[in-house]
């Protein structure tokens, strides 16, 4: 038995050295993506120009008067809602977009894969990575516009300020979700990108114009205008940005009364469980196409 036990334990000690475990990877890829990111063109493009478009917006805003239902939300942060809905998805899209097919285009992804690291934990790293890229930009817009326009004297309403940037990062995790997938489908980084922008130019223009016309073309049931008005993120943002605005979606029209009627109360937790939805299913579709494709 001693010899047995000696033996064992040689065997053990001449074992190959365990990967470091799942969190480590993840967090690995995640910062070195995060720094990537930070010293890209793209980030201090984008912070640039969300900041200097939210400073024109939200001063000319606090110019003006408060609209019907947005006396609570604060004029300011009212008038940077429909930017954000311009330019947080695009941003989160084109970023995700090119995230892996612009590795693959390098030849950078297939390097990345031959390290002791699972093709998840890839996926996985680079989406941590670049959603607090996306954070620290949204941050530092919001911050910048909130910081001028309280040098000016203006009613900034910190609270509100940092409400909007929460919702608009939940936002920008279903776009940056989606951009990853078209990441994982496309070969060139070209060609992810386009899609992206095309997908941001369906969402943002055809959703509103295609709801209206439908529902005057088509006479669609207020239940069927709600649900597909609800399967748009970038509708779910803006319904819960005015919700947030006077605890009522009466300036939403038809669908925002029949929410309020049918839901309530509880109609936030159908736009948590939205745009959770557009975070996560995309990002696993992505990853189990990802696991059975090529590094190249």
């Not at 910048?144 to 909007?164: F, Y």
């Not at 130019?201 to 709801?211: E, H, I």
């Amino acid at each position: 038995m001693t010899a047995h036990a000696a033996s064992t334990a040689r065997a053990l000690d001449t074992r190959p050295a365990r990967p470091p475990a799942m969190p480590a990877n993840v967090l690995t890829i995640a910062l070195r993506e995060l720094r990537d990111a930070v010293r890209s063109r793209w980030f201090l493009l984008y912070t640039l120009a969300f900041a200097a478009l939210g400073l024109g917006v939200s001063y000319v805003s606090a110019l003006g008067s408060g609209g019907a239902g947005l006396s609570g939300f604060g004029r300011t942060t009212a008038g940077l809602v429909n930017l954000v809905l311009l330019v947080v998805p695009l941003m989160a899209l084109t970023a995700g977009a090119g995230s892996i097919a612009s590795d693959r285009e390098r030849g950078m992804l297939a390097y990345l894969l031959a390290q002791p690291v699972s093709r998840f934990e890839v996926l996985l790293g680079k989406y941590f990575g670049l959603a607090g890229a996306l954070l620290a930009c949204l941050c530092l817009g919001v911050g910048a516009c909130a910081l001028v326009l309280a040098l000016k004297g203006e009613a900034t309403r910190p609270a509100a300020m940092l409400w909007l940037v929460g919702l608009a990062f939940g936002l920008s995790l279903g776009m940056l979700s989606l951009g990853m997938l078209v990441s994982v489908l496309a070969r060139r980084a070209s060609v992810a990108v386009g899609t992206a922008i095309f997908l941001w130019l369906a969402l943002v223009f055809v959703s509103d114009l295609g709801l209206m016309a439908g529902a005057l073309a088509f006479r669609l049931r207020i239940e069927t205008l709600f649900a597909l008005a609800t399967a748009n993120p970038l509708q779910v943002f803006k319904f819960w940005s005015l919700h947030s605005a006077d605890a009522t979606l009466d300036v939403l029209g038809p669908a925002g009364l029949y929410a309020v009627d049918t839901f309530g109360d509880h109609v936030v937790w159908l736009f948590t469980s939205v745009l959770a939805a557009w975070a996560v299913v995309p990002l696993a579709i992505a990853a189990v196409i990802f696991s059975r494709r090529a590094p190249v």
